[in-house]
């Protein structure tokens, strides 16, 4: 009886902290905590201080940065070694 061939089985693992989503949000999250401490430590004389812009834009890549993370979380990429 004959054994049919087979390939050696490719290694497969998680892009992990390799995947450029986590990066990217990385990135916004860090982003997003710069901007909401500069909306309430800033002075309020200061050109660049605007509290609500400051504040709506850090929550918001704050946001973005946590679908990110759980977008890579829950359909990690599979590598084939």
């Known amino acids: 009886m004959a054994t049919p061939h087979t390939q050696p089985q490719a290694s497969r693992h998680k ?8 990066v990217i949000g990385a990135l916004l999250g860090i982003y997003g905590i710069v901007l909401i401490i500069c909306s309430f430590v800033m002075d309020s004389g ?3 201080k605007n509290d609500a812009d400051n504040l709506y834009a ?3 890549m704050l946001a973005v940065a946590v679908i990110f993370m759980l977008w890579a979380k829950l359909r990690p990429i599979i590598v084939e070694e």
């Open 58 to 60: 850090g929550a918001g």
């Open 46 to 48: 200061s050109p660049m």
């Open 15 to 22: 892009a992990g902290a390799f995947d450029i989503r986590n």
